[in-house]
Structure formats: structure tokens, C-alpha cells
């Protein structure tokens, strides 16, 4: 049976119901809306809320408004190619894109990326910025500081950290499950396993609450017959 509104032929005719069906199904439709729904700001809200990059379809005034960006990026990191210059040196813009993709650094102010203080923030916000930022990787102060806010970054700094016992004691002491990152050496080093993470294994043995004794299968299978 044929369509009667074929969704091809009628997007850039500006039907808004049509329209907002569309780029709620899937951001990118906004690309064949007309310009005056590219410039709708709900519309396009809906869109990038779907699909970050639907961004590159807006209207130049709501890829510079923060609202409409903030949304973007977060579905989609790399949506913040697509801002205006000013937002792209937006702190909480560039932190909210970089959180959710690492490799949205690529489209954000070269003078930015070594900012320490911000990229601080970003790899604890996702320790994998840190494989994106070669030039502090080997900065020993800088992964001190990166690990005691997120260990797990541990994975993405330079070899001879990974197999330093300070660097990684601080790394599991922020986070146990960092350890699988560090040197073979150093995971079976039972000090840093467990002294880092400050705690010891579980007695395989169950501890029995005092006043409760154990009660042997015997005496509980004669309790049932009673």
C-alpha cells in the first residue's frame, strides 16, 4: 500500500509534526529540513538529544547557543566540532564533550590540551583522555595527580609508571580494580595487592556468630522430624 505522506518527498516542506517525528526517530533528518525547522530551537534540541551530530545541521545561532551544545555533546562527544569557536573554549562544554568521547580533544583549541588543571578534570571524568595526551604521559607529577583522582587511568600512562610500585600504589589505592594494569611484576606482589588497596582476602573459612554454634546436618534433618 502506498504512503500517503512519504516521508522522503514531505521533510522539506515543513510539516512540523512530520519533521519532529523524524529527528526524533533519527537526529541526522534534520540535514533536510528547511532552514527556518533547522533554526527551531526545539526541533533541533530534539535532534541532538537523538543524535549529537545533528548539530552540523543547525541553524549558525543555535550551534552558538550553550544549551542546544551542552545537549549535543553529550550524546556525542565529537559534536563539538560542530559548536562555534567560543563554546569550544568552554570549560564545562569541552569537559562535558571529552567525558563522554576522549577523542573529541581533536576538535577542541590546541592551547587547550596542555592546560593542566583541564585535563586533569577530563581524565577523571574518563580516565581514557589520558591515552589522548601523549605530551603528559610521562610527566610524573601529572599522572600522581591523575591517579589519585582516577585510578583506572593507569592503563593509558607511559610503561615505566605502570611498573612503579609508588605509581601504582596510588592507583589501587583509589581503585582496586586498577591493578590489572600494572606490571606482571607488580600484580603478584602481594604488598601492592593488598596494602594498596588496603584490605586482605577473605578467609576461605565462614566465621560463626559467638552464642551460635554450628549445628551438623544431622541434627537439623532429626529438628525436622520433630
Known amino acids: 500500500m502506498d504512503q500517503p505522506w512519504p516521508l522522503g518527498e514531505n521533510l522539506g516542506k515543513g510539516?512540523?509534526?512530520?519533521?519532529?517525528?523524524?529527528?526524533?526517530?533519527?537526529?541526522?533528518a534534520l540535514k533536510h529540513l528547511t532552514p527556518e525547522m533547522q533554526a527551531d530551537r526545539d526541533l533541533v534540541l530534539k535532534a541532538v538529544w537523538q543524535n549529537g551530530?545533528?548539530?552540523?545541521?543547525?541553524?549558525?545561532?543555535?550551534?552558538?547557543?550553550?544549551?542546544?551544545?551542552?545537549?549535543?555533546?553529550?550524546q556525542n562527544g565529537d559534536a563539538v566540532q560542530f559548536a562555534n569557536k567560543e563554546l569550544k573554549r568552554d570549560p564545562e562544554v569541552l569537559l562535558?564533550?571529552?567525558?563522554?568521547?576522549?577523542?573529541?580533544?581533536?576538535?577542541?583549541?590546541?592551547?587547550?590540551?596542555?592546560?593542566?588543571?583541564?585535563?586533569?578534570?577530563?581524565?577523571?571524568?574518563?580516565?581514557?583522555?589520558?591515552?589522548?595526551?601523549?605530551?603528559?604521559?610521562?610527566?610524573?607529577?601529572?599522572?600522581?595527580?591523575?591517579?589519585?583522582?582516577?585510578?583506572?587511568?593507569?592503563q593509558h600512562v607511559a610503561k615505566k609508571f605502570q611498573r612503579s610500585k609508588a605509581v601504582v600504589l596510588t592507583a589501587v589505592q583509589q581503585n582496586g580494580l586498577a591493578l590489572q594494569f600494572a606490571h606482571t611484576t607488580l600484580r603478584a606482589d602481594a604488598e601492592a595487592a593488598q596494602g594498596g588497596m588496603g584490605w586482605s582476602p577473605p578467609s576461605q573459612s565462614t566465621q560463626i556468630p559467638t552464642g551460635h554454634p554450628r549445628r551438623s546436618p544431622a541434627a537439623d534433618r532429626e529438628n525436622a522430624r520433630v
Open 15 to 28: 510539516f512540523p509534526r512530520l519533521s519532529a517525528a523524524a529527528v526524533e526517530a533519527n537526529g541526522l
Open 53 to 74: 551530530k545533528a548539530l552540523q545541521f543547525a541553524s549558525k545561532e543555535l550551534r552558538a547557543d550553550r544549551q542546544v551544545v551542552l545537549r549535543a555533546v553529550a
Open 96 to 154: 562535558k564533550a571529552l567525558s563522554r568521547t576522549a577523542s573529541a580533544l581533536r576538535f577542541l583549541p590546541t592551547d587547550l590540551w596542555e592546560v593542566p588543571e583541564l585535563m586533569l578534570e577530563a581524565v577523571k571524568k574518563n580516565p581514557v583522555c589520558m591515552s589522548t595526551l601523549p605530551w603528559f604521559q610521562e610527566d610524573e607529577d601529572f599522572v600522581q595527580a591523575v591517579l589519585e583522582q582516577n585510578g583506572m587511568a593507569l
